[in-house]
């Protein structure tokens, strides 16, 4: 399985904003160029986070970006769920839907697949990932 690019540029914008002192914040910009990542694609990852309730973002003086205690303790897999969406693998339907749908065992297989790569991320927590030899790296980013 594949994750989109966004869930990669948002997963590593969670792990860097989850090494960042206790009430310390990061603004999208420093965020973006700390993880060279363009501040547009950062900002809308952070967007769809702070809408999941992982980051909580405030504007202004004093405002800025931090993870907040569901972005630390979520299960990884949830999270990538629901920034991937809940599609199968394959898609059978479409502009010319496939003929073997009716008798086909590859779709059961992949959803089995898809299923057992979300089991597998789902005891994993973001604290998890930030832990060493990641964490140390993420902390050098400025």
Known sequence: ??????????????MRLAVAEP??????????????????HTA???????????????????GG????????????????RELEGEEEVVACEGESPCPLRAACRLRGALR??????YAS???????DLVTSPAGPVLVSLT
């Open 44 to 62: 809308k990852a952070i967007s769809r986070l702070q809408h999941l309730g992982v980051v909580d973002a405030r504007r202004g003086r004093g």
């Open 23 to 40: 009430g310390a914040t990061r603004t999208t910009r420093q965020v973006a160029e700390a993880m060279a990542i363009p501040y547009t």
């Open 1 to 14: 399985m594949r994750l989109t690019k966004f869930t990669d540029l948002a997963l590593r914008v969670t």
């Open 112 to 117: 089995d697949a898809q299923r057992a790569f």
């Open 65 to 80: 970006l931090e993870l907040t205690a569901l972005g630390r303790s979520a299960s990884l897999g949830w999270l990538v």
């Open 121 to 127: 991320l789902d005891p994993l927590t973001v604290d």
